[in-house]
T-cell receptor, first 113, second 113 residues
Framework: GDSVTQMEGPVTLSEEAFLTINCTYT??????LFWYVQYPGEGLQLLLK?????DKGSNKGFEATYRKETTSFHLEKGSVQVSDSAVYFC????????????FGTGTRLLVSP | NAGVTQTPKFQVLKTGQSMTLQCAQD?????MYWYRQDPGMGLRLIYY???????DKGEVPNGYNVSRLNKREFSLRLESAAPSQTSVYFC????????????FGPGTRLTVL
């Protein structure tokens, strides 16, 4: 079946460091890919998405490019802030009809001043 | 708009007790979901409702029932709670256009002793 694999956390960085969180997927067909963020004590929020190969999703300084050849959708940010500390989930969905998301296990990011 | 609301925020049950988790959305979305979040496992889909009057099983439906009461409300019922159902439960609703986006509630933290 379809699955999403994320790097283990926590990822610990200093403020202004470069961030990469790796995400790879296994799916037949052409899934849409997502990054969701969960701040402490809150529900998940959509951070960015890409719906076809070579698309780049971006939001709040975060970027991810849909790479079909490597089945990857790595999340990057050039300069992280303390306020970016959260858990990040990679997810996929398939089909043109009803959306059902398949989530990775999540990666916790801790940014220190 | 309140978005997606969930009640209660926290609940402690004894094994064998029953309870209903409530979810409501005020965004006029047709589709709603229930997920559970467990450490190291990401979010897993319990049940979903593609539209008012319909419900379907997700990945982990055993031990749960749902009711789509109307377009706004989608409840999750545990008839006889078990310790394995200790988890954080999230409700979500789906905004279809122009691009599918799920909006999540703040979650219910359930402990079964």
């Amino acid at each position: 079946g379809d699955s999403v694999t994320q790097m283990e956390g926590p990822v610990t960085l200093s403020e202004e460091a470069f961030l990469t969180i790796n995400c790879t997927y296994t799916a037949t067909g052409y899934p849409s890919l997502f990054w969701y963020v969960q701040y402490p004590g809150e529900g998940l929020q959509l951070l960015l998405k890409a719906t076809k190969a070579d698309d780049k999703g971006s939001n709040k300084g975060f970027e991810a490019t849909y790479r079909k050849e490597t089945t990857s959708f790595h999340l990057e940010k050039g300069s992280v802030q303390v306020s970016d500390s959260a858990v990040y989930f990679c997810a996929l969905s398939k089909g043109a009809g009803f959306q059902k998301l398949v989530f990775g296990t999540g990666t916790r990011l801790l940014v220190s001043p | 708009n309140a978005g997606v609301t969930q009640t209660p925020k926290f609940q402690v049950l004894k094994t064998g007790q029953s309870m209903t988790l409530q979810c409501a959305q005020d965004m006029n979305h047709n589709s709603m979901y229930w997920y559970r979040q467990d450490p190291g496992m990401g979010l897993r889909l319990i049940y979903y409702s593609a539209s008012e009057g319909t419900t379907d099983k997700g990945e982990v439906p055993n031990g749960y029932n749902v009711s789509r009461l109307n377009k706004r409300e989608f409840s999750l019922r545990l008839e006889s709670a078990a310790p394995s159902q200790t988890s954080v439960y999230f409700c979500a609703s789906l905004y279809r256009a122009p691009q599918d986006t799920q909006y999540f509630g703040p979650g219910t933290r359930l402990t079964v002793l």
